[in-house]
C-alpha cells in the first residue's frame, strides 16, 4: 500500500501549470491587454485546454486576468487608481507590522530577516529578477509571521499576485537594486534595536518610494501605448 501514498509535497500539472503562466505575466512575458487564447496557451504550456480553463479562472481571481466580451480572456490592465489603492493598503499593513515586530523582535528574527534579505541582494546583483520576488515575498511572510499578524498577511496574500506584477515593475528601474538595498536595511536596523516608531517610519517611507515607481513605470508604458 505505501506505494499508494500521495506525496503531499508534490505539486499537481494545475499548479505548475499556474505557477507558470502566472510568472509569465508578473514578469511581463505577456503584456497588459494581450489576449490569452486557450489553443495557444495548449501549445505553448503543453497541457490540456481544461488544465488552461481552470488556471484562467484562478488568475482571474487574483486580478491578473481580465474577461472581456467578444475577446475572452486577457492579461488584466494595471489601473493607477487600483495600484495606489493597493500601495496604500500595504502601507498601512506593513508599516503596523514592522512596528509590532520591531517591538517584538528577538536574536533569530533578525538573524532570519537579515538572511533572507542577503538573499534578495545577491540576487540583485545576478540580476535574477524571479529570486527577488520569490525572497522578496518570503521576507514579509516572515515579518508579518514576526509581529504574530496573521490576519494581515491573510489579507497581502490576497493580493500578492498584484504586488508581485507591481514589484516587476519597480525593480526593473535602474539603480533600484541599491535604493531598496538601503530602504531595507534600515527598516531591520530598527527593527534589531525594537524601535518600533522608527521601523515602521522606515516601512512606510518604503512602500511610498515603490509607489512612486511603480506609477511613474506605468504613466511611462501608456504614453508608449499611445505613441505605438
Known amino acids: ?3 499508494l501514498r ?50 484562467l479562472r484562478h488568475l482571474e481571481t487574483e486580478g491578473l486576468v481580465e474577461i472581456v466580451a467578444q475577446k475572452g480572456p486577457i492579461v488584466a490592465r494595471l489601473d493607477p487608481e487600483q495600484v495606489g489603492e493597493i500601495y496604500e493598503l500595504r502601507g498601512l499593513l506593513e508599516a503596523n507590522a514592522a512596528r509590532a515586530c520591531a517591538e517584538q523582535s528577538t536574536p533569530e528574527l533578525v538573524r532570519q530577516l537579515r538572511e533572507i534579505r542577503k538573499t534578495i541582494e545577491d540576487a540583485f546583483v545576478q540580476r535574477d529578477m524571479p529570486r ?9 511572510e516572515a515579518l508579518f509571521e514576526g509581529a504574530q499578524k496573521r490576519v494581515s498577511l491573510a489579507v497581502v496574500k490576497t493580493l500578492n499576485a498584484r504586488i508581485n506584477r507591481l514589484r516587476a515593475l519597480t525593480i ?14 534600515k527598516l531591520l536596523d530598527a527593527i534589531e534595536r525594537r524601535d518600533g516608531d522608527a521601523a515602521s517610519a522606515a516601512s512606510f517611507a518604503h512602500i511610498r518610494r515603490t509607489a512612486e515607481l511603480a506609477l511613474s513605470a506605468l504613466a511611462q508604458q501608456q504614453e508608449a501605448a499611445d505613441n505605438g
Not at 507558470?20 to 501549445?43: H, M, N, S, W
Not at 528601474?173 to 536595511?185: F, L
Open 172 to 185: 526593473a528601474t535602474p539603480g533600484r537594486g541599491d535604493e531598496s538595498n538601503r530602504e531595507m536595511n
Open 132 to 140: 527577488v520576488l520569490e525572497y522578496t515575498e518570503r521576507f514579509y
Open 6 to 55: 500521495i506525496d503531499r509535497n508534490a505539486k499537481t500539472l494545475r499548479e505548475l501549470t499556474l505557477d507558470k503562466l502566472r510568472g509569465a505575466i508578473v514578469q511581463g512575458y505577456f503584456r497588459p491587454g494581450a489576449r490569452l487564447v486557450e489553443r495557444t496557451l495548449c501549445d505553448e504550456l503543453g497541457v490540456s485546454r481544461t488544465v488552461v480553463r481552470e488556471v
Open 1 to 3: 500500500m505505501s506505494d
